[in-house]
């Protein structure tokens, strides 16, 4: 199996185009849709979770949202609840998706459980056959969000691109904080683009651990939005590092993102601990975690001789 460097790689959306069926619950049938690195996440009610539903589900359709996330509809006056309508998931996200592709009912449904320090991010995903549990714990600890065990659900499967507004608004709830503006722009074009990116190079393509490590370099290297050759220059180093041959625009998409980022005042440290959640991953599919580890622990003197190089540039 192919071996991917990922240094310190944690956790980490641009494009138009989600194929229809993807986005439609109504007109899509099939089994029951799981993902492989699924975190199996069980949400008792003596977790205090909250809910986030999407306002146009059913009965039949919310029933099944419910069951699939373990909770016994006759008891949901028991939770905490909200409702993500669909003028709610156009506000965020007509901005990369299409209104026609976004549509006209709100079905992606969530369930968050806050939890203490440490915990990190845990996400269980139920008939969601296009946004990866990577891609979530990706997008969200960009967002901001730390320490929450989540279920997204739909109740036929669905692409689950506006689940994230649920967990946005859910976890506000929870904290009653507010989570800033451009870390939800940034969040949400950081899973689009992963998606768009995954879908052109294919499934065997690490995208996620791609967009991580530009992320985290940025974040280690405090970079300025406008220093656009450093970034570019850790945009060619992952792809290199990832084998990942892109074309000027997907590039140039990658660059606006990462722009972005370097604009964003990450925790490293939730970085760093998304990182270990992906390694452990990583051990479970049997990629060599030694190597990536090597790789990794090279960073640090990766970036000590870039800067001797420009150093030397300069004073010679």
Not at 35 to 64: C, F, M, R, W
Not at 133 to 160: C, E, F, H, R
Not at 198 to 206: D, H, L, R, V
Request: with cysteine; glycine share 6%; hydrophobic share 40%.
């Amino acid at each position: 199996m192919k071996k991917y460097m990922i240094s310190f790689l944690t956790a980490v959306l641009f494009f138009t185009m989600i194929p229809q069926q993807f986005l439609y619950a109504e007109n899509v049938t099939g089994e029951l849709v799981t993902d492989e690195e699924d975190d199996h996440v069980v949400i008792e009610e003596s977790d205090k979770p909250y809910l986030a539903l999407g306002a146009n589900l059913t009965v039949e359709q919310q029933q099944t949202v419910l069951e699939l996330m373990g909770i016994d509809s006759s008891q949901l006056d028991q939770y905490d609840v909200v409702y993500v309508t669909n003028e709610e998931e156009h506000s965020y996200l007509d901005s990369y998706i299409s209104s026609a592709q976004i549509g006209t009912k709100s079905l992606s449904s969530v369930v968050i459980v806050k939890k203490e320090s440490g915990n990190g991010i845990n996400i269980s995903t139920k008939n969601i056959n296009y946004c990866t549990v990577g891609m979530y714990k990706n997008a969200l600890v960009t967002a901001g969000i730390q320490d929450a065990d989540i279920i997204v659900a739909g109740p036929t499967p669905i692409s689950g691109t506006a689940a994230l507004v649920g967990v946005f608004k859910a976890y506000q709830e929870i904290t009653g904080d507010e989570i800033p503006q451009e870390n939800v722009d940034t969040a949400l074009n950081e899973l689009v683009l992963t998606g768009e990116l995954s879908e052109a190079f294919g499934e065997n393509t690490e995208v996620e651990g791609l967009i991580a490590y530009i992320k985290q370099r940025i974040a280690e290297e405090n970079l300025d939005p406008s220093d656009e050759e450093s970034i570019d220059a850790i945009i060619d180093d992952a792809c290199q590092q990832f084998d990942v041959q892109m074309t000027e625009e997907q590039k140039a998409e990658v660059l606006g993102l990462a722009k972005k980022l370097s604009n964003l005042d990450l925790d490293v440290d939730s970085l760093k601990e998304q990182a270990q959640s992906v390694y452990d991953k990583l051990a479970e599919l049997d990629i060599d975690t030694d190597a990536l580890a090597e790789k990794a622990n090279s960073f640090w003197e990766r970036l000590l001789e870039k800067i001797k190089e420009f150093l030397a540039k300069i004073f010679n």
